[in-house]
């Protein structure tokens, strides 16, 4: 099982810290991604953390904004998001895969969090 936290209510070139919990799996296996999906639109990878930490993935349009980090003792992946745009105004979702290679592919998830809101708005 996985739990989002961490969304809310944010003026643009603000910053958010989202919280992703894992239970019920051996967190030190699996890739974590984080996804977004705003309405009308398809969910898309904005990050992924490998198994091994120091292996990340950052979609374009975050790069140079969102970090993706894990603590596998607390069982906890992160997403800092700081100078946030209206246009990152979205529901996050974390998943977690075998591994980061495709991370962007939602077919090769096992887990995947209920999502939290992120609005982005002045």
């Known amino acids: 099982q996985l739990v989002e936290s961490g969304g809310g209510l944010v003026q643009p070139g603000g910053s958010l810290r989202l919280s992703c919990a894992a239970s019920?799996?051996?967190?030190?296996?699996?890739?974590i991604g984080w996804f977004r999906q705003a309405p009308g639109k398809e969910r898309e990878g904005v990050a992924c953390?490998?198994?091994?930490?120091?292996?990340?993935m950052y979609a374009d349009s975050v790069k140079g904004r969102f970090t993706i980090s894990r603590d596998n003792r607390k069982k906890m992946v992160y997403l800092q998001m700081n100078s946030l745009k209206p246009e990152d105004t979205a529901v996050y979702y974390c998943?977690?895969?075998?591994?980061?290679?495709?991370?962007?592919?939602?077919?090769?998830?096992?887990?995947w969090g209920q999502g939290t809101q992120v609005t982005v708005s002045s």
């Open positions: 953390i490998g198994y091994s930490v120091g292996s990340t």
């Open positions: 019920g799996f051996n967190l030190d296996y699996y890739a």
């Open positions: 998943g977690a895969r075998g591994g980061i290679i495709g991370w962007t592919l939602l077919s090769g998830y096992e887990y």
